[in-house]
């Protein structure tokens, strides 16, 4: 079976040059990544609102997503807005206090620790300053009320800035590939964004391209991502490509169940002019706080600096992480070596409520759990402390955890 879908045919030796395409793109399970980045990285889209229909060369899906792959925009700076609509119940800060400091290298819960500030993106609309000048000077901009959070990367150093507690964290970093990975804390652009999904893209998966759009005044084709089978949570994937250099404008994320999409992140603006040196400059404020990222004593990382996860084996625990199934649908599970979580009351207090809020109790052969649930991923953990995760919903969940 074909891996996408186009209007054009498609010989065996195009088949096999996208294959190579999605390749340089990175193949990564879906599943596998969403336990601890549900509620953090997920976080990002709307549906594409066209500004009219540009008139543009015809082009396949497999030529798309070669132009995305090969795309090398080295400067620019834009504004980038971000809506997020998970289903997550209102928090009320609470999100904030229950992951601050808790990941290693998190700077101690400073609140200017990247992995602190992604929280804020699960829900509600955003808007996000970016600018680049090649690969070892990035900044990204979190616009607040009244106040401003800063993540800059330049050569070695990266600089968090909360302008709101005049808190400062810095991480030195060994080499500038090490750097770059932890300045792609907060993957809020459609370029990440859309390389995270090609790399969900194979042979359950269709791609076309269906028409243009033009997003922050730039002509741009729609690449549309849809799961083949009926079990995923996941709708579509709408991307809004660049047509001149293959950057991804915008991208949309819609569920299966419809209504409004779960993330919706879009330029509002953009440059790609070479932005001033001194947009990547930082100097302390006077009175700050600073606090220095320890992730890398003793010689040697203990997490892979993204998204304040405990390295590339995600969740090995004592039997290791397994997937269940393949594509869209497949489901990652690990066993915590633990019990599983608490009850409301048991939890208590906010936190309990927060529980409640999230979780449906289960039974089964496996025994039972509460499956935690959002519009897009949804996790299973058994009071035995066994975790199944993925895009799919909570009977494809119970189902898994039956048959293991």
């Known amino acids: 079976m074909a891996p996408y879908e186009s209007d054009d045919s498609t010989s065996a030796d195009e088949a096999d040059d996208l294959r190579a395409g999605r390749r340089k793109a990175?193949?990564?399970?879906?599943?596998?990544?969403?336990?601890?980045?549900?509620?953090?990285?997920?976080?990002?889209?709307?549906?594409?609102?066209?500004?009219g229909?540009?008139?543009?060369?015809?082009?396949?899906?497999?030529?798309?997503?070669?132009?995305?792959?090969?795309?090398?925009?080295?400067?620019?700076?834009?504004?980038?807005?971000?809506?997020?609509?998970?289903?997550?119940?209102?928090?009320?800060?609470l999100e904030s206090s229950l992951t601050s400091g808790a990941a290693p290298g998190s700077g101690d819960g400073s609140s200017a620790d990247p992995s602190a500030k992604l929280t804020e993106l699960v829900t509600g609309t955003h808007t996000v300053r970016v600018a680049?000048?090649?690969?070892?000077?990035?900044?990204?901009?979190?616009?607040?009320?009244?106040?401003?959070?800063?993540?800059?990367?330049?050569?070695?150093?990266?600089?968090?800035?909360?302008?709101?507690?005049?808190?400062?964290?810095?991480?030195?970093?060994?080499?500038?590939?090490d750097a770059r990975k932890k300045q792609e804390q907060a993957p809020a652009t459609p370029d990440q964004l859309t390389k995270d999904a090609l790399k969900s893209v194979d042979d359950t998966t269709s791609v076309t391209v269906q028409g243009t759009a033009q997003v922050a005044g730039r002509d741009a084709y729609r690449l549309v991502i849809k799961p083949k089978?009926?079990?995923?949570?996941?709708?579509?994937?709408?991307?809004?490509?660049?047509?001149?250099?293959?950057l991804p404008l915008k991208f949309t994320l819609t569920p299966a169940s419809g209504g409004a999409a779960v993330i919706d992140a879009g330029f509002t603006q953009i440059s790609f002019a070479r932005p001033a040196a001194s947009t990547f400059d930082f100097k302390t404020p006077k009175g700050a706080k600073v606090t220095e990222d320890?992730?890398?004593?003793?010689?040697?990382?203990?997490?892979?600096?993204?998204?304040?996860?405990p390295g590339k084996d995600l969740g090995k625990g004592p039997d290791g992480l397994n997937v269940i199934g393949k594509g869209w649908d497949s489901i990652a599970t690990f066993d915590t070596g633990g019990k599983g979580v608490p009850s409301g009351s048991e939890a208590g207090g906010q936190f309990g409520g927060f529980l409640d809020s999230l979780g449906d109790k289960v039974t089964g052969k496996f025994g039972s759990g509460?499956?935690?649930?959002?519009?897009?991923?949804?996790?299973?953990?058994?009071?035995?402390g066994k975790v199944y995760v993925g895009a799919v919903g909570k009977d494809a969940l119970v189902k898994a955890a039956n048959a293991g």
Request: proline share 4%; glycine share 10%; charged share 20%.
């Open 26 to 51: 990175a193949r990564y399970v879906v599943p596998v990544a969403v336990v601890g980045v549900a509620a953090a990285t997920i976080g990002l889209v709307p549906a594409l609102a066209d500004s």
């Open 53 to 93: 229909d540009p008139n543009l060369p015809k082009i396949s899906a497999q030529q798309l997503i070669e132009k995305i792959a090969k795309s090398d925009v080295q400067q620019m700076s834009g504004t980038v807005k971000i809506s997020t609509d998970l289903g997550l119940p209102d928090l009320g800060g």
């Open 132 to 177: 680049a000048d090649g690969p070892d000077r990035q900044k990204l901009s979190l616009l607040e009320n009244a106040a401003e959070y800063s993540l800059i990367h330049n050569g070695k150093d990266v600089w968090g800035y909360d302008s709101r507690s005049n808190s400062v964290y810095h991480s030195t970093a060994h080499d500038s590939a």
């Open 229 to 246: 089978d009926a079990g995923s949570t996941v709708g579509q994937i709408t991307v809004a490509v660049d047509s001149k250099t293959g």
């Open 294 to 309: 320890k992730s890398h004593e003793n010689g040697s990382p203990k997490g892979d600096g993204r998204h304040g996860m």
């Open 370 to 384: 509460t499956v935690f649930k959002t519009r897009l991923i949804n996790a299973l953990i058994t009071d035995d």
